[in-house]
DNA sequence: ATGACAATCAGAGATTGA
């Protein structure tokens, strides 16, 4: 089972790239961020007739979760739980009837700057749900992973320059810490099984040349239970999209699974 | 550097992103 987390920014300034990768890649699950559209706006047709099961949690102008499934999926959820009051779409997760069965969880963790302000109180608050969500992830024992755009920079070797990043949302000590308190429970960074050296990014801004010159950070991740950490084949980073036509900032991560 | 760049909604320019 081929899975994939992609922030397209845009499903509608996106559809030919994430198309075009589809085609390459025919990955089995994609977890789509940022969608920015209501879920009567999102091209649902365009990806049936490609094959994928389309289920959305969208939300007007910004934020929106999604999942694409060539596998049938069951217990769709939206939200994560923890505060009826928040409306922002970043939430959805979904059991992937394969060879086995695989709860998949695609997140879109908040920004959180500027710092200090209630965007970063949000994203810490944010964090808290997704510990509790973790938590029962690990208590059931289920072949279980969340993935998305975590707005995390683990450690400084994912980052380029990780002195530009002391004072973000995104790297500062107590965004880690939350973030380290969640693999604590027993969680795998995937991409971390395989490759142990710096220079590997999922995001380059749009500004200044970051992509020419490789001015990048690995915010994109995917977080395995055991169950699921057992079951893990491969996992790249397709950082040639950015390089691509009208693409994204972000960039396809993708792991297989045995399942 | 009150920046750059891009998407959205709207129909200009503010807001958001990271």
């Not at 969340?146 to 002391?166: L, S, V």
């Amino acid at each position: 089972m081929k899975i994939a987390t992609f922030n397209i920014n845009g499903i509608k300034a996106r559809i030919q790239s994430l198309t075009n990768w589809l085609k390459q890649a025919q990955p089995d699950v994609v977890l789509l961020q940022e969608i920015k559209s209501i879920d009567e706006n999102f091209p649902r047709e365009w990806f049936e007739s490609m094959g994928y099961q389309v289920e959305t949690h969208g939300q007007k102008s910004f934020n929106g979760v999604a999942i694409l499934s060539k596998l049938p999926l069951e217990d769709i959820v939206r939200g994560l739980p923890g505060d009826i009051n928040d409306l922002q779409a970043r939430w959805i997760e979904a059991t992937v009837i394969g060879k086995k069965a695989v709860r998949v969880c695609g997140l879109y963790l908040p920004n959180g700057n500027p710092v200090p302000g209630p965007k970063y109180d949000y994203k810490l608050q944010w964090m808290q749900r997704l510990q509790s969500r973790a938590e029962g992830l690990i208590k059931s024992e289920e072949i279980a992973l969340m993935a998305g755009d975590y707005n995390i920079i683990p450690q400084r070797e994912d980052a380029a320059n990780p002195d530009d990043w002391t004072t973000d949302a995104a790297h500062l000590p107590q965004s880690r810490a939350s973030y380290q308190k969640v693999i604590n429970l027993g969680f795998t960074d995937a991409f971390r099984i395989k490759n142990f050296d710096a220079g590997h990014y999922s995001f380059w801004d749009y500004q200044a040349g970051s992509w020419q010159r490789d001015n990048g950070i690995r915010i994109d991740h995917f977080l395995l239970t055991p169950q699921c950490a057992d079951l893990l084949n491969d996992i790249e980073i397709d950082s040639f999209v950015r390089g691509g036509e009208k693409p994204s900032d972000h960039v396809p991560v993708w792991l297989e699974l045995e399942a």
